[in-house]
């Protein structure tokens, strides 16, 4: 992965994880600190008590949610 890539990979029964040079904003446009942070944890289930981030509550309420990756056909233009 370059240093300036963003890596997201969704972790079964689990979070999101982040990994690269990211900006994360609230919904009024304010910015996350995550200097030092090479990678984070995103909630994915709706239980964490630190949203946007994970906290680990998915093993605690048995979140099930396992995603693939398929293909789409290309775009018509």
């Not at 969704?10 to 030092?36: F, K, T, Y």
């Not at 605690?60 to 056909?73: D, H």
């Amino acid at each position: 992965m370059a240093a300036n890539e963003v890596k997201i990979t969704v972790r079964p029964n689990g979070s999101l994880r982040v990994e690269g040079p990211i900006q994360l904003l609230d919904a009024e446009g304010r910015e996350w600190d995550l200097a030092g942070k090479p990678a984070i944890s995103l909630c994915r289930c709706g239980a964490s008590a630190k949203k946007p981030f994970c906290d680990g509550s998915h093993a605690r309420i048995g979140f099930q949610s396992v995603e693939t990756a398929v293909q789409t056909p290309p775009s018509k233009t």
